[in-house]
Each structure stands twice: as structure tokens, then as C-alpha cells.
């Protein structure tokens, strides 16, 4: 089995909080969902910068750890982590939205190295990242870790709730879920959002989702035997 190499990493001496927010808001038009961005933006960074083994040279890796936004509307932090490590050029950030520009209000995978998904539609993201982990334990491939991304209004839908339930029985090791839990969701669920995942036997933790040291130890907690999902907690998306 190829074994990936870690790529070089831009540290967050370099791109900070402050910096990702500048790229950020080199975006502008109307449609941006601009809070549903912005809660995703210290998880993609985490991601991206310190856990994801991929790297713009080895975007059809077949070893490859694979990301998948579920969560793509306003998808403006995610363009703003690829551009900082440099999966597509900065100067795209400021035609987005636009209609010959490949940074479209939803991810496409065709226009976009490194998008593994065209996303935007609630609901559909873990339900391929279970898919894709089933198909890589098919092929043997046991070293590819696969992400999802989810808000937590993504819950309300009953695709996922037929994912979680199937990826705890079957034993999806190298499945990890972020939901980013924003106080969208419709539904309160009894115990919290991780309970939920918790009953059908995945790995759970709940952390702050603006602590970037948190969240990396949350990402790269051990979890032998089940999925793993941790629930990013923010900022109301009303405040």
C-alpha cells in the first residue's frame, strides 16, 4: 500500500483566523450564507492544515484521505482553506459567485481540484461518505480515511439518520463525521446531537468549534472498531 507522505504545511502562524477571514472576504454577491460559512471555518482549517492527508499534487491519490462538504451551501470558508493551501489560485476568490467563474454558490467537483463532491443539497453528503468508506474497505484500502461535514439542521433529514444507523453496526472505522452545530436544527434531539450518533454505536465527542486544539484532539482521538464523529459546537447562527 502507497503510503502518503505529509505535504508541506502552512502553519497557522501564517494563516491565522484573521487571514482566512481576509481570503473570506475577498467573496462578495448576494447568496453567500455568509454564517453558515463562517461556522465552518475553524473545523476546515483544523482539517486541512493538521489532520487531512491530502495535498493539491495528490488530489487523485488513490491513498488519499477523502473530504466530503455535505454542507456546501455557502461553501466561502471552504474556497478560502483551498486557496490557502493551495489547491486553486487566490485570484479565483474574488469572481465567486460570478457566471464564468468556477467557484460556484455550491462545490462542484468538476471545476474544483481536490472537491470530492458537488454538494449544496441537505442531507446527501454522509450517506456518500459511508458509500466511499464502504467502497475503499472493499478494495482493501485501509489506510484513506473519509470526512463528511454536516450542519446540524442536516440532521433533520432521514438520509442520515439511515446513514448513522448503518455505519455503527457495520463497524466503518475509518469514517469520521463533523457536525458543526450551529442551533439551526429544527428538532431538539433528547441528549444532545451526539447521543443520536451514540445509540447506533459510534465514537462520539463534543467540543468547542472555534478551539482549534480541541478540535484536533478530538479529531485524532483513537476509536478503534466504529465510526467517529465529533459535534463542533458554535455561535448560534442567528447571533
Avoid at 453528503?125 to 475503499?136: F, Q
Amino acid at each position: 500500500m502507497t503510503i502518503i507522505e505529509e505535504h508541506p504545511r502552512r502553519t497557522t502562524a501564517a494563516y491565522g483566523r484573521a487571514e482566512l477571514t481576509a481570503l473570506m472576504a475577498r467573496m462578495t454577491g448576494d447568496e453567500k450564507h455568509g454564517p453558515a460559512a463562517t461556522s465552518t471555518l475553524d473545523v476546515l482549517w483544523v482539517l486541512y492544515d493538521r489532520v487531512l492527508r491530502v495535498s493539491p499534487e495528490r488530489t487523485d491519490d488513490r491513498d488519499r484521505d477523502r473530504f466530503l462538504l455535505s454542507k456546501g451551501h455557502g461553501p466561502m470558508a471552504y474556497y478560502a482553506v483551498l486557496a490557502a493551501k493551495g489547491f486553486l489560485p487566490v485570484e479565483w476568490l474574488t469572481g465567486f459567485g460570478s457566471y464564468d467563474s468556477p467557484l460556484g454558490h455550491h462545490p462542484d467537483r468538476t471545476l474544483l481540484p481536490g472537491v470530492e463532491i458537488g454538494s449544496g443539497s441537505l442531507g446527501h453528503g454522509l450517506p456518500i461518505a459511508v458509500g466511499t468508506a464502504l467502497g475503499l474497505r472493499a478494495q482493501g484500502l485501509d489506510g484513506p480515511a473519509v470526512w463528511v461535514l454536516t450542519g446540524d439542521a442536516e440532521l433533520d433529514e432521514g438520509s442520515n439518520h439511515e446513514a448513522i444507523a448503518f455505519a455503527g453496526p457495520a463497524g466503518l472505522e475509518r469514517l469520521h463525521t463533523v457536525v458543526v452545530d450551529n442551533a439551526s436544527a429544527t428538532h431538539a434531539r433528547p441528549g444532545g446531537i451526539a447521543a443520536r450518533f451514540g445509540a447506533a454505536g459510534w465514537s462520539t465527542l463534543t467540543v468547542d468549534g472555534r478551539d482549534h486544539e480541541a478540535l484536533h484532539a478530538a479529531f485524532t482521538a483513537p476509536h478503534p472498531g466504529r465510526p467517529h464523529v465529533v459535534v463542533a459546537r458554535v455561535e448560534p447562527e442567528h447571533a
